[in-house]
């Protein structure tokens, strides 16, 4: 009887823990962007990067034998794989470079919310007022991070246009991406989109070969782990989530990212965050906590009501006997014995 419920509770768990392993990832990929962007141009970096992942996730298909998405999928795939995996990537390097950290953080942390407005125009999804609640509670966490880590002088019309640009991409590309998601897995959609995404950069090939004779292997590794990590694995995860929940309610949860690169920066490169940053961190996170915090429906009150039931029945069950039997006594019909038995029509 509780079966469906336990299956739906183990789902929303398991897209849960899906969700985390991929924001505490993409958070990373922010530290190690650092490193190797100092050795890699914009385009090669996100070419190397993407090549590293596709070939990860080559092999896991081949092992696992997985087949073509179907031809439903394929236009959602292709059009996620140039947003989200091929300009995305390369704008928000390139943007990184002309913009100061907080600056870019702050501009492309409107992605979230392009998200929800796409969502509820294109795919229906509906936007109830904890969502909305705590994307706005996030946003301003996300602006207070931003506002405590830019740097004076250090943005450009340039990189705010660009960041714009990846924020834009990355929204059209988790909407477009959520539809192939009914057709196709989250491994094939992932795998597929990451191809297509480093077809669009193969014109960074030349970069990408003359930039890595003479990278530290330090960059080049982190550029590996790029693919493999945060690409690879945390895009996988993304997918086997959204495909669980709505693209607004996953574009919410990625609010937790700037308060994880905060405590990733103070842990790995000692930065030590300043009161403004901690407090930014801690309204992100609460945002998200909201946004995918659900009211009570009327099927976990059932359970409830039905066992008050229960108690008022077995209450008043040996009133309503006693009631019973004197009314029989009354009526004159005899009373059911272990020696006598009524008759149909004394009954």
Not at 312 to 322: F, I, K, L, M, S
Request: aromatic fraction near 6%.
């Amino acid at each position: 009887m509780n079966s469906p419920r336990r299956t739906e509770r183990r789902t929303e768990l398991l897209a849960a823990g899906a969700a985390v392993v991929t924001v505490v990832l993409w958070a990373s990929a922010f530290v190690s962007i650092r490193s190797a962007g100092d050795a890699y141009s914009p385009g090669a970096l996100a070419l190397g990067r993407l090549a590293s992942g596709a070939l990860v996730l080559g092999v896991i298909c081949a092992v696992r034998r997985v087949g073509w998405p179907p031809r439903s999928a394929w236009r959602g795939i292709a059009v996620s794989g140039v947003l989200w995996f091929g300009f995305y990537m390369v704008v928000l390097n390139w943007g990184e470079q002309q913009v100061d950290a907080g600056t870019a953080a702050l501009v492309v942390n409107i992605g979230p919310i392009l998200i929800a407005l796409l969502g509820a125009r294109l795919l229906g999804d509906v936007m109830p007022p904890r969502l909305l609640a705590g994307m706005a509670v996030s946003f301003a966490g996300a602006v207070a991070v931003g506002l405590s880590t830019s740097g004076e002088g250090g943005s450009s019309v340039l990189g705010v246009v660009l960041c714009l640009l990846a924020a834009f991409g990355y929204a059209g590309g988790v909407v477009a991406q959520k539809p192939a998601l009914g057709r196709a897995s989250a491994l094939q959609v992932t795998t597929f989109g990451c191809v297509i995404g480093a077809v669009v950069c193969l014109p960074f090939a030349g970069q990408l070969v003359h930039e890595a004779a003479d990278a530290p292997v330090s960059a080049t590794l982190n550029m590996v782990y790029l693919g493999v990590f945060p690409t690879a694995l945390a895009f996988t995860t993304w997918a086997y989530a959204l495909a669980r929940t709505t693209a607004s309610r996953m574009g919410a949860t990625t609010y937790a990212v700037p308060a994880l690169v905060v405590l990733m920066s103070w842990l790995a490169l000692g930065e030590v965050p300043g009161m403004l940053t901690l407090a930014g961190g801690v309204l992100c996170l609460a945002g998200v906590a909201v946004s995918r915090s659900r009211p009570r429906t009327p099927r976990e009150r059932e359970p409830q009501a039905a066992a008050a039931g229960t108690a008022e029945a077995g209450t008043a069950g040996p009133a309503a006997a006693g009631a019973g039997e004197a009314g029989a006594a009354k009526a004159g019909v005899p009373e059911a014995g272990p020696d006598r038995e009524v008759s149909p029509r004394a009954r």
